[in-house]
């Protein structure tokens, strides 16, 4: 029989860095080594439904980067659920069409919590709810090759789009909001140099899941 869910999460920890940085890497590679102790909530879950926008003008100017263009107030209501052990459902966010499925996905909250997204360092009302946080510092030249592959592979945006958006919106949003944020994290790992960060990581929250360092 599966162990019974913990009824909160003893620890938050927030992932965050811009767009390709290998945030939903670290976030899964962490959520596998705590198995069936771990849940995650992505911020690009509560992006705003635009799917009545059929205009083709209006759809370009959608800036997907900016703090503005994620209903942050409602993921912030239910980590606070998660928070008092409560199960949530959370939306799901169709990319190709920019709309919210009609669909949730179930969220059951855990002992650790990991908060993955380019902006959560940025939204003073997530990073106030997180006991621990990482900021992925990539080059700017391996984050977009990773978007490009990324892009087009998952989430059927073509390459013009793809590379329209970065010149448009990515760039210049990384430099204004995400890039500032990182000075609100416990840790900025330099990923090409650091190669046993996500190691180290892990054994610190064994330590602070244990309570051999206060949460």
Same mark, same amino acid.
């Given at each position: 029989m599966p162990p019974a869910p913990i009824s909160a999460p003893r620890v938050v920890l927030g992932i965050a860095g811009g767009s390709g940085s290998g945030k939903s890497w670290l976030a899964k590679a962490v959520a596998e080594r705590f198995a069936g102790r771990s849940t995650v909530v992505c911020h690009d879950w509560y992006y705003r439904n635009h799917g009545g926008i059929h205009d083709e003008a209006e759809r370009v100017k959608l800036n997907f980067d900016h703090p503005d263009s994620l209903e942050?107030?409602?993921?912030?209501?239910?980590?606070?659920?998660?928070?008092?052990?409560?199960?949530?459902?959370?939306?799901i966010y169709e990319y190709a069409s920019h709309s919210r499925k009609k669909e949730t996905r179930r969220v059951e909250p855990r002992e650790l919590l990991i908060i &993955?997204?380019?902006?959560?360092?940025?939204?003073?009302?997530?990073?106030?709810?997180?006991?621990?946080?990482?900021?992925?510092?990539?080059?700017? &030249?391996?984050?977009?090759?990773?978007?490009?592959?990324?892009?087009?592979?998952e989430r059927r945006i073509d390459l013009e789009e793809?590379?329209?958006?970065?010149?448009?919106?990515?760039?210049?949003?990384?430099?204004?909001?995400?890039?500032?944020?990182?000075?609100?994290?416990?840790?900025?790992?330099?990923?090409?140099? &650091?190669?046993?960060?996500?190691?180290?990581?892990?054994? &610190?929250?064994?330590?602070?899941?244990?309570?051999?360092?206060?949460?």
């Open positions: 942050t107030t409602l993921m912030r209501r239910q980590l606070d659920a998660l928070i008092a052990g409560e199960t949530i459902e959370a939306p &993955d997204g380019i902006l959560i360092l940025h939204e003073k009302e997530l990073r106030d709810r997180m006991n621990v946080s990482v900021f992925i510092d990539a080059p700017d &030249d391996v984050r977009l090759m990773r978007r490009v592959r990324r892009d087009c592979t793809t590379l329209r958006l970065y010149e448009d919106y990515v760039r210049p949003m990384h430099h204004r909001y995400v890039v500032p944020s990182s000075h609100h994290a416990t840790w900025i790992w330099s990923q090409l140099e &650091d190669k046993k960060f996500p190691e180290l990581l892990i054994k &610190d929250l064994e330590r602070r899941l244990d309570g051999k360092i206060a949460a």
